[in-house]
């Protein structure tokens, strides 16, 4: 069976300090990856995406940046991190349909509390 | 673009009570749609998912019918229990058609504290 995981699961890092979080997928091949984040008292919002190693699709302007070395290795990073980069990070998978059209749902790791102190 | 309206919350029930959340959406052509669980301190979890109109999703307890006509997808539960406390998400994929790459659009979450 798939499994996604996620590290760490909390992190407390100063302000202009970088930022490295990994996420790992089992038992699948070629998926597509996501990073999502959800700040506090808000839903969650789609930050990346990749369909493939070193593919990677910016949703949103911001002070973060991802990258895909390997089928299933997704890293989300940041040079300096700001007071608004806290909220909960989360990674998902999700397999590619077989057709146009066809949606598979995403499968979500356990997340990542970032707190910028 | 594509979006989800859930109702506001917090949503407070006692246990055995009735539990309707609401969701809708605003989509072009036929996304598929689903219902997220977060337990505290967890990530997400699929509850249920529906991929066409008229379709309806259920699972431990929950159900979700897809409304094309009313653009809706509500979350029902006959008789809650403490251990379904948690956030609800509604999220919708593959509005635009064409490969949308599974990606997720999420309402707001609806917090859900059942009392005993």
């Known amino acids: 069976s798939q499994t996604i995981h996620q590290w760490p699961a909390t992190l407390v890092q100063p302000v202009g300090s970088p930022l490295s979080l990994e996420c790992t997928v089992e038992?699948?091949?070629?998926?597509?990856l996501y990073w999502y984040r959800q700040a506090a008292g808000r839903g969650l919002q789609l930050l990346f995406y990749s369909v493939g190693i070193g593919q990677i699709s910016s949703e949103v302007p911001q002070n973060l940046s991802a990258s895909r070395p390997q089928d299933r290795q997704f890293i989300l990073s940041s040079k300096k991190l700001l007071l608004s980069d806290s909220g909960f990070y989360l990674c998902?998978?999700?397999?590619?349909?077989?057709?146009?059209?066809?949606?598979?749902?995403?499968?979500f790791g356990q997340g990542t509390r970032l707190t910028v102190v | 673009g594509d979006s989800v309206t859930q109702m506001e919350g917090p949503v407070t029930l006692s246990e055995e009570a009735f539990l309707t959340i609401n969701c809708t959406y605003t989509a072009t052509g036929y996304p598929s749609l689903f219902w997220y669980v977060q337990y505290p301190g967890e990530g997400l979890q699929l509850l249920l998912k529906a991929t066409k109109a008229d379709d309806k999703g259920s699972n431990k307890g929950f159900e979700a019918t897809y409304r094309k006509e009313t653009t809706s997808f509500h979350l029902e539960k006959g008789s809650v229990q403490v251990s379904d406390s948690a956030v609800y998400f509604c999220a919708l994929s593959g509005g635009a058609g064409g490969t949308s790459y599974g990606k997720l659009t999420f309402g707001q979450g609806t917090i859900l504290t059942v009392h005993p």
């Open positions: 998902a998978w999700s397999g590619k349909g077989q057709f146009v059209g066809l949606n598979t749902e995403a499968f």
């Open positions: 038992g699948t091949s070629n998926p597509n």
